[in-house]
């Protein structure tokens, strides 16, 4: 059972959610309406999981987010929104959220990536990524920059394996996976899994082209 915070201006979406959360055995342990009561929600409810949207008065999502991985780190943010404007996906994305999924996606699919984020995962769209890709400086040619073992490592994660999954292709364990994730972390100056991902991808590191024919990502 996981325990989901639900962060959205609008009550007859988070009352859905809600009732499609809970009839799935999951407990919804909160509610907010605008984003200070989401930071306010996860400090003192400890959920999981915040389901957050980007658009809501008094504080936005991304805010939220960036509060709510700095002062309730052992919480994850995964953002449903129904905005695909670049410049919002890349900031929720480096103020720490964990997930990006628009508000035409299945509940199927919203619950598979909340279960995912919940495990510690990091869920990266090829959709989201591709587009945010259309915007981005001239790709470099940064090859050395990591080892081949960690480009290994990021190229399983934008294929669409979690971090236990890339382990076990690579024959390695996953707290290895984690050791070269950290080392790549500095590397790259990111602050997240998929800040690392789509920054590798930029610098031409890694692509997203196997990745785009898999739907389940």
């Known amino acids: 059972m996981i325990k989901i915070l639900l962060a959205d201006d609008h009550a007859l979406l988070r009352e859905g ?3 499609s959360f809970e009839s799935a055995g999951d407990h919804v342990v909160g509610e907010a309406s605008n984003g200070e009561e989401a930071v306010a929600l996860a400090r003192a409810l400890q959920p999981q999981v915040v389901l957050m949207d980007l658009s809501m008065p008094v504080m ?6 960036r509060r709510i991985r700095e002062e309730v780190p052992g919480t994850r943010v995964a953002v449903l929104t129904m905005h695909d404007d670049i410049d919002k996906t890349r900031d929720a994305i480096a103020a720490g959220a964990s997930a990006y999924l628009s508000k035409g996606t299945s509940f199927t699919e919203v619950r598979d990536t909340v279960l995912r984020v919940a495990e510690g995962d990091t869920v990266l769209s090829p959709a989201v990524a591709g587009a945010m890709l259309t915007t981005a400086q001239e790709v470099q040619d940064n090859q050395d920059l990591l080892s081949d073992r960690q480009i290994e490592i ?3 994660i934008a294929d669409g394996m979690s ?3 890339a382990g076990r292709y690579l024959g390695i364990t996953t ?3 984690h050791n070269h994730l950290n080392a790549i972390y500095r590397k790259l100056d990111a602050q997240s899994l998929t800040h690392a991902v789509l920054s590798a991808v930029r610098m031409g590191i890694i692509n997203l082209d196997s990745a785009e024919s ?3 990502v």
């Open 17 to 19: 959610l809600k009732k």
């Open 60 to 65: 936005d999502g991304i805010e939220a987010t």
């Open 154 to 156: 990021l190229q399983a």
């Open 163 to 165: 971090t236990k999954q």
């Open 175 to 177: 707290k290895t996976v």
């Open 214 to 216: 898999d739907s389940s």
